[in-house]
């Protein structure tokens, strides 16, 4: 069964730090993806990844990036945090070069983020 | 712009009741579907998908979706909801041939079965 391991399931911060949020799978898929889930606005794309040390913008890059140095590990990060930066962060995984998308996501548990 | 439309953020029902789940996408292309649940304190997962065939698609635990392409619509149903349906539940698009694989997401529909 795949598993998708995110680094911490609660996390608090304070505004202005650098934040780091950790993704590891286990099933070799080429794409990973990072989400966040906001009550009554479902699943935002934030940033995703086809392979390694590619990635692509989501719906709503703006204020993170992200890093693809192994297969397994996707990392998102928050480059200055702000408190509209709260939220519940997904990190998904899928089969397929760039991603036939017939292939449904595989997801973590999730991370909630607060920032104070 | 895609975009994939629940209709019922939350719905209320008592065991053994029947359940449908609207949603529709707005995208003219070819498109794979998917329900995602969402169970409380759990990872997304998948319920069902489909890509193509027949139209009517069973998932798990005996959930089944209608792709009316005419209607651009993907609904969810169940003839008889247990207590343990209780989630949230998720319509997602893929709309191929764009040059990319991005999925949409709708969303969601808070379940809650009353025993």
């Known amino acids: 069964d795949v598993k998708v391991t995110q680094s911490s399931r609660y996390l608090v911060k304070r505004t202005g730090e650098k934040v780091f949020l950790e993704c590891v799978q286990d099933?070799?898929?080429?794409?990973m993806f990072w989400y966040r889930q906001d009550p009554g606005l479902g699943l935002r794309l934030i940033y995703f990844s086809y392979d390694v040390k590619m990635k692509e913008k989501g719906d709503i890059p703006e204020g993170y990036s992200v890093s693809r140095e192994k297969k397994e590990r996707f990392s998102l990060i928050l480059e200055s945090a702000s408190t509209n930066q709260t939220s519940m962060y997904l990190c998904?995984?899928?089969?397929?070069?760039?991603?036939?998308?017939?292939?449904?996501?595989?997801f973590g548990d999730g991370t909630r983020l607060s920032i104070l | 712009a895609q975009s994939v439309s629940q209709h019922n953020h939350h719905v209320i029902l008592s065991e053994a009741a029947s359940l449908e789940l609207g949603c529709n996408y707005s995208y003219g292309g070819t498109v794979n579907l998917f329900w995602y649940v969402q169970y409380p304190g759990q990872h997304l997962q998948l319920l069902l998908k489909y890509f193509s065939g027949d139209p009517l698609v069973k998932g798990i635990k005996g959930f089944e979706a209608e792709f009316i392409k005419s209607k651009f619509s993907f609904n969810l149903r169940k003839p008889s909801v247990q207590w343990s349906d209780t989630a949230e539940y998720f319509c997602a698009v893929n709309a191929v041939n764009t040059g990319g694989f991005k999925t949409i997401f709708g969303a969601g529909t808070r379940l809650f079965v009353k025993a």
């Open positions: 099933m070799d898929h080429e794409n």
């Open positions: 998904a995984s899928s089969w397929g070069i760039r991603g036939p998308s017939n292939q449904p996501q595989h």
